[in-house]
């Protein structure tokens, strides 16, 4: 089973290029993040032209999440349990919550497309928001995987967060004045490694930027960012045999500025069934 995430940056603008890469990579089930259009306006005959089914949560052109899949999706969320809101120059408990999380499973696997909040700059309100979604998120997921440690889950997509430095090829990015690289931005990341999920990806593919800006010949100067994640948990993890960074995507005619990500999965792995081989 082949899983990716992409922020597509637009899929009315590039459903031709989005739809023929699934098909070229035979991917199975893609999340995808900034589809930026309502339901409405989701262009779903191209997907199921192509053989999918697609869920998503769009409110306006702003942000928007959505997952196509070959097989059935089934148990959709929109959001997770204590996900905040926000509306800029408002505080409070009941600010709109924004198209940034879609919930699903397919063939037995947990998944979410997620577009955690970019934070804009430090010290902005909408910094502490992406602090308070993350740290939501954290607890939501801690809370899911008590209840079902057996079940594989993965958390994809844009998390606008650099973990490392070596993630860091864009110069414009500075410690002590950039967002995506602050201390406590990293350290919400990685809290999700302290409740039991992994990059799933770094260990197949150590080196290598999904983003770059479209200013200033980021991309052909490879001034990247590693930013678009794929978190599984342990039962999701063990079940990895391959991935793979899409660099080729940033290319050509009207690319999205990120690339998609994807994972193998083995689904027939099963570590209490299998014959002992002596």
């Known amino acids: 089973m082949r899983i990716a995430t992409w922020n597509v940056n637009s899929v009315r603008s590039r459903v031709g290029r989005i739809v023929d890469w699934l098909g070229r990579e035979e991917v199975d089930v893609l999340a995808m993040q900034e589809i930026k259009c309502t339901e409405a306006q989701f262009p779903i005959e191209a997907f199921e032209e192509a053989g999918y089914e697609v869920r998503l949560h769009g409110l306006n052109q702003w942000n928007g999440v959505a997952i196509a899949s070959r097989a059935p999706i089934e148990d959709v969320e929109i959001g997770f349990d204590g996900m905040p809101g926000f509306l800029k120059g408002e505080e409070g408990p009941d600010l709109p919550r924004e198209a940034r999380a879609i919930g699903a499973t397919v063939n037995g696997v ?18 502490d928001y992406k602090l308070d979604w993350l ?4 607890g939501s997921t801690r809370e899911w995987l008590g209840a079902h440690p057996d079940v594989p889950l993965a958390l994809l997509g844009d ?12 110069p414009t990015f500075v410690p002590g004045v950039s967002t995506h690289i602050s201390p406590p931005e990293r350290a919400a990341f990685a809290e999700f490694e302290a409740i039991g999920l992994s990059d799933v990806v770094r260990p197949l593919v150590p080196e290598g930027f999904t983003f770059w800006d479209y200013k200033q010949l980021r991309f052909p100067r490879n ?56």
């Open 110 to 127: 947990r998944i979410w497309s997620l577009y955690v909040p970019n934070g804009r700059a430090l010290g902005d309100p909408h910094y």
């Open 135 to 138: 740290a939501a998120l954290a």
């Open 159 to 170: 998390f606008n967060i650099a973990p490392l430095d070596s993630d860091v090829g864009d």
């Open 223 to 278: 001034e990247g960012m590693r930013i678009d994640f794929i978190l599984g948990s342990h039962a999701f993890a063990d079940r990895v045999v391959g991935a793979q960074i899409h660099r080729n995507e940033r290319k050509g005619d009207a690319p999205s500025d990120h690339v998609p990500v994807a994972v193998d999965l083995d689904l027939e792995i099963d570590d209490d069934d299998r014959p002992m081989i002596f």
